[in-house]
């Protein structure tokens, strides 16, 4: 079993290795879009309540460059997690056929999903420590992966529900109105909206922004949300997947 886990995991990795786009995606985004959101942005004075009720005076530029590590983070996963899934499909229920078991096709997915978000979440800290360096890597680092993890699965679960045109207009749009918009301390003092409380984007920023400019890590709290969304998300996509392979 273990060896042809790795080798559909060997498999899956060169398959997405071999799509020039999408390595583009990965590697060219992220700078584009940090950069050039940092450097668009005003240095204006602004400030800023923290998730534990500390205020700090920070800068609209550094607020901006903190936030757009995790949307482009979780708009590339999300992307990638709806090319993982519609391209494998149908050789995943092939292989099924041909004697694979459900979960020896759907792990090798989840390990694409995970290594490509780790690569994302590399080159967007890196274009990111240009600008910008957080208080506290640790938390800073685990929020961005944690949300860059949540919509691969977010995008995993569209791709295999409504199919690749539907979920990459969803993952085009989600992501900035979650954490771009309704996650965004510029656009609110303290706590964002009841509503945007809901979402997923919301326990990774409130990690991301407090390990951005505090002293001390205390938002600890909103690391169950987040890990409820990944759990949760991990469980439903499995299940789709296992019913879809069959």
Known sequence: MMDRTLTATRMGLLDQIRRPLLVVMLAVI?????????????????????????????????????????????????????????????????????????????????????????VISVVSLVVMAFTFTPNLWGPFIVGNVLAGLTYAELGALAGALIGRLGAVYLM????????????DPLFFNGDPQAWARGLPGYGPTRMIVESSF????????????????????????????????K
């Not at 002293?215 to 909103?222: C, L, M, W, Y």
Request: glycine share 6%; proline share 7%.
């Open 30 to 118: 992220p700078i584009i879009f940090i950069t050039w959101g940092a450097k668009a942005t005003p240095l204006t004075p602004h400030r800023l309540t923290l998730p534990d009720g500390t205020r700090v005076l920070s800068d609209t530029r550094a607020i901006m460059t903190v936030m757009d590590v995790p949307v482009a983070i979780a708009f590339l996963g999300g992307l990638v997690g709806v090319f993982v899934v519609t391209a494998a499909l149908q050789s995943d229920r092939r292989l099924v056929v041909a004697g694979y078991t459900p979960t020896e096709v759907i792990v090798p997915r989840l390990v694409v999903l995970t290594l490509a978000v780790l």
């Open 172 to 183: 085009f749009f989600l992501p900035n109105i979650d954490i771009g918009i309704a996650q």
């Open 214 to 245: 505090a002293k001390d890590f205390t938002a600890v709290g909103a690391l169950l949300p987040a890990l409820a969304w990944f759990v949760g998300l991990t469980v439903i996509l499995v299940l789709v997947l296992r019913h879809e392979v």
